[in-house]
């Protein structure tokens, strides 16, 4: 037996929402899983209390996003209640009523980027974007880690803090070539200001306990021991599982509370999933009896054989140079990004987003200051095949006061031009957001 804590749990299975009656992201997803629990008891521990999910406002929501045209036409009630129940999980364990939480929420938000047309990756809304800026406004500033092992690649949490030097965010998941949404590679880095704050875990297909495990512990673990955060949040997917439908891994319910054990995050957020039957109970159920401190070593799925989900050698030595690499990219942070950036005042790239789900295409053009002093003011031209032209600024955390300037001048400078349908100012250290 572990030492015990006290684990809060949060569930919402959003009855009333689903993509499709028989889409992969459906309310079932949660409900065996709830069925499991009280099978098992856990709520009969005193060290697992169950708390209700609160309702998210659309001010949480703008504190992470852009909606355009705004945060009531690309959510409903469902979203807010999800990630209302990453709040409840982030007041519970500020508060210190519980060592963590794991929020059993849906739908899901890990593919939701900084500005937001549709759903993409069946994700509205950033369900732990919302949260982190919420225990940010309300608990003071905080240095946070997000270590996302969802099998898809967390695209749209490291869009959110490509720029932000004070959140680190660590994406481990099958390599991009062979899946959606087909990113997550070394190269994808993080902002000029915030170089090394993002890292991309690409796993061949077939990765087994063996190969997760020893990334954790040869690279995420080492790394997060240096970059100190406050807070530790599991972007909690649990479709690297073997059973999963729509991913080619071979994960357990074993693996998966392992990780957790080794991990200790603060608080787990649910996100994909899809072996609703034959996976989730278990899972859920390991990393819960983890979490808690638990013993989780008779958690087993019904069709769980060692024999069968063993990784060749060759995906263990190309594992073993994976976290070589990766921790090395770590280790040169600052002089790799003193190489690419030089004297730039200001650096740009253009993305082309596509929103599967919604069938939306948007087109960016991005542009940060270069700071040294903050995570740099951050302007971004979007246009989406919906007919919208956009223009929004961010003025950072702890901005400094030539980035807090050129953000306001940027602002107002754009309403006078005339080319946008909505101009947006999202101003974090203020808890300031506007749009004309």
């Known amino acids: 037996m572990n030492k015990t804590r006290k684990s809060g749990l949060i569930f919402f299975p959003a009855f009333d929402w689903a993509i499709s009656p028989t889409h992969p992201e459906r309310e079932e997803r949660l409900l065996y899983t709830q069925d499991q629990v009280f099978e098992e008891g856990l709520l009969d521990l005193e060290n697992i209390v169950e708390y209700k999910p609160s309702i998210a406002s659309y001010k949480d929501i703008n504190r992470a996003h852009f909606c355009v045209p705004d945060a009531s036409a690309v959510t409903t009630e469902s979203h807010l209640i999800s990630a209302g129940g990453a ?44 949260m982190i800026e919420y225990i940010r406004r309300f608990y003071g500033h905080k240095r946070i880690a997000v270590v996302d092992t969802d099998c898809h690649h967390g695209d749209g949490t490291q869009d959110i803090y490509w720029n932000d030097p004070d959140t680190l965010c660590i994406s481990i998941h099958q390599d991009g070539r062979t899946l959606y949404p087909g990113s997550g590679f070394h190269e994808e880095f993080g902002g ?10 690409p796993l061949p297909p077939r990765t087994s306990d063996e190969g997760f495990l020893y990334i954790l512990e040869n690279a995420i673990m080492p790394i997060l021991h240096e970059f100190k955060p406050d807070l530790v949040i599991n972007s909690a997917g649990q479709d690297n599982h073997f059973s999963d439908p729509i991913t080619d891994m071979r994960f357990s319910a074993q693996g998966y509370a392992k990780l957790n054990d080794i991990l200790s995050p603060d608080i787990a957020v649910l996100e994909g999933g899809y072996s609703i039957e034959k996976a989730l109970p278990y899972v859920n159920v390991g990393i ?69 789900t919604d069938g939306i295409r948007e087109q960016q053009e991005v542009v940060v200051r270069v700071c040294n002093d903050c995570g740099g003011m951050v302007t971004i031209d979007s246009r989406s095949d919906l007919g919208y032209r956009i223009f929004a600024v961010t003025i950072p955390w702890k901005a400094c006061r030539e980035c807090r300037r050129e953000g306001e001048d940027a602002y107002l400078k754009a309403q006078k031009e005339g080319r946008y349908q909505y101009v947006y100012l999202q101003d974090k250290e203020n808890d300031l957001f506007l749009v004309k």
């Not at 000029?192 to 875990?201: D, E, Q, V, Y």
């Not at 019904?302 to 050698?313: K, V």
Request: glycine share 6%; hydrophobic share 40%.
């Open 288 to 356: 819960i009896l983890a979490m808690a401190g638990l013993d989780y070593s008779q958690v087993k799925e019904p069709e769980y054989d060692p024999s069968r989900f063993m990784q060749s050698q060759d995906i263990s030595r190309y594992i073993a140079q994976e976290a070589e690499e990766i921790y090395e990219l770590w280790s040169r942070r600052d002089a790799i990004r003193e190489k690419s950036v030089g004297n730039s005042k200001y650096v740009g790239r253009k993305k082309n987003i596509y929103y599967d």
């Open 87 to 130: 709040i409840t999980a982030a007041d519970k364990v500020m508060k210190k009523e519980v060592d963590n939480a794991f929020a059993l929420v849906r739908p899901p938000g890990h593919h939701a980027m900084l500005v937001v047309h549709g759903a993409r990756g069946f994700c509205n809304v950033n369900i732990e974007a919302i």
């Open 192 to 201: 000029p200001n915030a170089m090394g704050t993002t890292l991309n875990i």
